[in-house]
Nanobody, 125 residues
Framework: QVQLVESGGGLVQAGGSLRLSCAAS?????????MGWFRQAPGKEREFVAT????????YYADSVKGRFTISRDNAKNTVDLQMNSLKPEDTAVYYC?????????????????WGQGTQVTVSS
């Protein structure tokens, strides 16, 4: 079983950038079909942000972050990162890293099996 730990969150002004990192231990990230990032704002449900496929490295993004966020994976370091640029106040949320054993998981939150504790991202206007 894998343990996931997120880091890199913080407070940033609108228009700024942050880079989140998800470090895995206990199992190689390359053994999971998808490694994804999700977020949850206060009073809202957890939502999909981005994911990357093990099979061919395909990347999928929520429409709200497309063109601003980039997901990447480093198998040697066993990490998955999320580069966030042009941040907006509506990006404020707790960001979670997750791993899925399901080949069709993609954007479906319910099909991710392992989750980190989350890291807070706050974007001020």
């Amino acid at each position: 079983q894998v343990q996931l730990v997120e880091s890199g969150g913080g407070l940033v002004q609108a228009g700024g950038s942050l880079r989140l990192s998800c470090a895995a231990s206990g199992r190689s990230l390359s053994s999971y079909y998808f490694m994804g990032w999700f977020r949850q704002a206060p009073g809202k449900e957890r939502e999909f942000v981005a994911t990357i496929s093990r099979r061919d490295g395909s990347r999928y993004y929520a429409d709200s972050v497309k063109g601003r966020f980039t997901i990447s994976r480093d198998n040697a370091k066993n990490t998955v990162d999320l580069q966030m640029n042009s941040l907006k106040p509506e990006d404020t949320a707790v960001y979670y890293c997750a791993a899925s054993n399901r080949v069709y998981a993609v954007r479906n939150t319910d099909l991710y099996d392992y989750w980190g504790q989350g890291t807070q991202v706050t974007v001020s206007s």
